[in-house]
């Protein structure tokens, strides 16, 4: 495994930022993938604490439902808009998008949040394995269908990865073919390359869109290990078993809560100095939890050659042209 990158000293001065650090967000529109719970759900209440318009989205309906009416709740007179979305179809991925690039005229923060963890071996509805499809392909083809309106918009792009991107050293680029990667299924090795994709991703998007000149911030951020129902094996799983009923329990008892593991993606998405290429993480002991910094990553995460050709392959299996 690669060390991580070196964080200099204006990281260490981050560890003192909190929710009241978030600028006056009156009059912008953030959209949020995956807020039925966890993260996305904190993510959201934050923003429109202070003051943005929100669309959001989920696979349920019901779920959408509770979700609106708890960020009704915890941050009254906030505007909540919801817009279905599931990821694991790249048709419903791209009929998502166009609904979203044809209703509003501005997007001005992108936070793609959305996602599965350590699933049994499954696919998406076009046949990718299913955490490399819905992490990375899916939000490449919605990022993709919306650029039009991000550029236009100047937008803030967030890409949430995890510190598990470390647990891998290279992508198996045949995972996003039809045909599949050979290799045998592991559900944690297939988890850590969708979370270093999509870290690759953002670091990629930076490069072309300051390539390009088109004023895009692209930023990625992880929670830590943070206490969420992506940990909770679905019932009637295999991971319902022993080993994913305990680390549920272990994540519960040990990781901070969903408010605080959103704080990085907080900070990426409203903090004005950030330029774009930054990661942003926990500040405490092995990025566990605690107050956001720019943290580093490894060096599979800045090879470049491995995200172009990341980006070629997601372009191929997604059927999209994603032209920065």
Do not use: C
Request: neutral net charge.
């Amino acid at each position: 495994m690669s060390p991580p990158q070196e964080v200099g000293a204006s990281s260490l001065a981050a560890m003192t930022w909190r929710t009241d650090d978030i600028p006056d967000l009156t009059g912008k529109r953030a959209v949020i993938t995956g807020v039925t719970g966890g993260l996305g759900l904190a993510t959201a209440i934050e923003l429109g604490r202070h003051g943005a318009d929100l669309v959001v989205t989920a696979r349920n309906a019901a779920k959408a439902d509770d979700a609106v009416a708890r960020i009704g709740k915890a941050a009254p007179g906030a505007r909540v808009d919801v817009v279905s979305l599931d990821l694991a179809s790249l048709a419903d991925t791209t009929r998502a998008a166009r609904e979203v690039a044809t209703t509003y005229d501005r997007i001005d923060i992108l936070v793609n949040n959305a996602g599965v963890m350590a699933t049994p071996k499954s696919e998406t509805a076009e046949g990718f394995e299913l955490q490399i499809g819905t992490n990375h392909l899916g939000h490449f083809a919605w990022t993709a269908t919306l650029w039009p309106l991000l550029a236009s918009s100047s937008a803030r792009i967030v890409t949430v990865s995890s510190f598990m991107h470390r647990s891998v050293t290279d992508i198996d680029l045949r995972s996003l073919t039809k045909e599949g990667s050979p290799r045998r299924y592991g559900r944690w090795k297939s988890y850590g390359e969708s979370k270093l994709a999509d870290l690759l991703f953002a670091m990629e998007l930076d490069r072309r869109t300051k390539a390009s000149g088109v004023p895009v911030v692209s930023v990625a951020a992880h929670p830590g290990y943070a206490s969420t129902n992506l940990t909770k094996p679905a019932a009637g799983s295999k991971a319902m078993f022993l080993p994913g009923v305990a680390m549920h329990q272990v994540s519960k008892v040990l990781g901070q809560s969903a408010a605080h593991g959103a704080w990085p993606l907080l900070m990426a998405a409203t903090d004005p100095e950030l330029t774009g290429g930054e990661y942003l993480g926990p500040s405490g002991f092995s990025e566990m939890r605690g107050r956001p910094k720019r943290v580093g990553m490894t060096r599979t995460a800045r090879d470049e050659t491995l995200a172009s050709a990341l980006w070629t392959a997601s372009e191929s299996a997604t059927g999209i042209p994603f032209d920065v």
